[in-house]
């Protein structure tokens, strides 16, 4: 999308750290990691729990049903946690409908959540600043 927003993943044993910098040139703001295109059927899941550290941005968690990077997506945010790790559980229900960044309304209904394509993580603040997020897990129940 022509910004120059960096980051790099990198796999331990035991979790996945996303880290970068965020510029705010040619457009910039954000970074994203995302899962690779697939079929994920969320709809018999009531809740997803992500256990995860972060500093310097915060995210949101996405659902995807487009590739195209300008239709709707649905996400539910995690705030920072200054590098100590955090469990939070929300209930797919309240993931929020958004378009390039502005909030729509609506969330998920049980056809979106039977259809999703990618699963990822964005940051949220549109801040110049360096990041790492570090994800333990994600559970759906």
């Keep these: ?23 705010l040139e040619n457009n910039g703001g954000f970074a994203s990691y995302r899962s690779p295109y697939g079929n994920y059927d969320l709809s018999s899941y009531k809740e997803v729990t992500i256990r995860y550290k972060s500093t310097g941005q915060n995210f949101a968690f996405t659902v995807n049903n487009y590739r195209r990077f300008y239709r709707p997506n649905f996400k539910q945010e995690l705030p920072v946690t200054n590098g100590t790790w955090k469990e939070v559980t929300f209930l797919l229900s309240s993931f929020k409908k958004y378009r390039l960044g502005n909030l729509l309304s609506g969330s998920p209904s049980q056809e979106e959540l039977a259809n999703v394509i990618r699963l990822g993580f964005i940051s949220n603040d549109k801040k110049a600043s360096a990041f790492m997020m570090e994800i333990d897990y994600i559970r759906f129940k």
Excluded at 2 to 13: C, F, N
Excluded at 15 to 21: A, E, L, P, Q, T
Aim: zero cysteines.
């Design 1 to 23: 999308m022509g910004g120059l927003s960096e980051g790099a993943i990198a796999e331990t044993s035991e979790s996945i750290i996303f880290k970068g910098n965020i510029s």
